[in-house]
C-alpha cells in the first residue's frame, strides 16, 4: 500500500500561511530548495487542493531558462510529476494532472491501494479532510522561525487523538524538520 505524506513549511505558531494567503515567508535557500527537490522527486504522486494548485501552477510552468538551475529543475519536476488535483469549482488542470470533484477520501482510499510507492498531500484543506479518516501515513514539518498570529492553520480541530512518533529530524540554515509517522 502506499504512504501518504502530509509536508509543508508551517510558522512556529502553526499556519501555513499568513491571514493575507501569503506564504513568501517560506522561499527556501539552495539547501532546503534542493532537499525538496529530492524529496518530490521521489514522490510517486502528488496530491493538490484547489488552491496549492492554482499558486504552483501560475509560477513553475512559467520559470524562465534564466532562473537558478535548483528553480529550472524543480520547474521541470512539478511538470512532470503524475499530479490529483481535488477541486469541486475548477473545470480542467493541466501539466500531468487528473481533476477529481467529487469525495477526496474516497480517491485516496484508491490511489493508496493502487501501489506502494510515496504520495504526498499539498494544502491544508485537503490534508484536513483526510486525517479525521486516518489516511495520512507521515506528517513532515518544516518550521519556520515566525509568528503569524493568524492564517490558515497547519491542523485542523479533530474529534479525536492522534498519535505520531517522531522518526527524523533535520536542521536547515533557516528551517527544521520534524518528520513524525502516525501510530
Do not use: C
Not at 90 to 112: C, G, I, Q
Not at 129 to 134: A, E, F, I, Y
Amino acid at each position: 500500500m502506499r504512504r501518504l505524506s502530509y509536508g509543508f513549511g508551517v510558522s512556529l505558531d502553526g499556519y501555513v500561511n499568513d491571514r493575507d494567503g501569503n506564504i513568501n515567508w517560506t522561499d527556501p535557500d539552495d539547501e532546503l530548495h534542493q532537499f525538496h527537490n529530492d524529496r518530490y522527486s521521489a514522490l510517486e504522486i502528488s496530491l493538490h487542493g484547489r488552491r496549492l494548485y492554482e499558486l504552483m501552477a501560475e509560477h513553475w510552468p512559467h520559470v524562465p531558462e534564466t532562473a537558478p538551475p535548483i528553480e529550472r529543475e524543480f520547474s521541470r519536476l512539478w511538470l512532470d510529476k503524475p499530479k490529483v488535483v481535488f477541486s469541486r469549482t475548477l473545470t480542467e488542470v493541466h501539466w500531468n494532472s487528473t481533476l477529481v470533484s467529487e469525495n477526496a477520501v474516497e480517491e485516496v482510499r484508491k490511489l493508496k491501494a493502487g501501489g506502494d510507492g510515496l504520495i504526498e498531500v499539498g494544502g491544508a484543506s485537503l490534508a484536513a479532510s483526510l486525517m479525521p479518516h486516518g489516511l495520512i501515513d507521515e506528517y513532515q514539518l518544516f518550521v519556520y522561525p515566525v509568528l503569524l498570529g493568524g492564517g490558515t492553520p497547519m491542523f485542523p480541530a479533530l474529534d479525536h487523538r492522534v498519535g505520531l512518533r517522531l522518526v527524523e529530524t533535520k536542521h536547515f540554515k533557516t528551517v527544521v524538520m520534524l518528520r513524525y509517522v502516525a501510530d
